[in-house]
């Protein structure tokens, strides 16, 4: 015998309709995935999943975006020094949210549910608006070519978290992978000083 819930359904939160969206994307895939069959999967409006998300592809960088309000923080609070290594540990520390059990889809399912490309695409404008902010940390600290040193502390974060997600779960978190990556590119500008 079923029972009957009475009332409003649970509210719905982000990681709900993120769910909801992962279990349609490997079921039908991306392309096959529509905005309106991930809202009725999780009981929701069209107009809800949009006050969470801009698009569907947007449901990939939940844990992303979270990192990215991260570095935002860290990058107010950072110490004085030399100004790429302030901003290195300001990455470093932002990297703190993603532990083992904590890999953002993008960089380990896209390919299996066919979103490259639109993940390719909305990952440039992420970045893009993360390396604004350690460039504008940059400039206000005095580093030489700021916005250089920005993409290449980003790059190597990029690739460090890219190996990071392939090594499976015995990968530990990203913090150290980052800080390995990203050791050469401070040491260098700041031999360049």
Request: hydrophobic share 50%; aromatic share 8%; with cysteine.
């Amino acid at each position: 015998m079923t029972t009957q819930q009475r009332g409003r359904p649970p509210a719905a939160s982000r990681t709900m309709v993120q769910e909801a969206a992962f279990e349609l994307f490997l079921e039908q895939g991306y392309a096959g995935t529509r905005v309106e069959d991930i809202a009725r999967r999780c009981g929701v409006s069209r107009a809800t999943f949009f006050n969470y998300f801009t698009g569907k592809g947007d449901v990939f960088w939940l844990d992303l975006d979270e990192g990215l309000a991260a570095l935002a923080q860290e990058l107010d609070r950072a110490s004085d020094g030399e100004p790429v290594e302030s901003a290195r540990q300001a990455l470093l520390a932002a990297a703190e949210v993603f532990g083992a059990d904590r890999v953002p889809w993008a960089l380990t399912h896209h390919e299996m549910i066919g979103a490259t490309g639109e993940l390719q695409s909305a990952a440039l404008g992420r970045l893009g608006e993360a390396a604004a902010r350690l460039a504008a940390h940059l400039v206000t600290r005095g580093a030489a070519h700021p916005s250089a040193a920005a993409y290449a502390l980003l790059a190597a974060t990029v690739a460090a978290a890219r190996e990071w997600a392939s090594a499976g779960p015995a990968r530990g978190p990203l913090r150290p992978w980052a800080d390995a990556a990203t050791a050469p590119v401070a040491a260098g500008y700041a031999a360049a000083r």
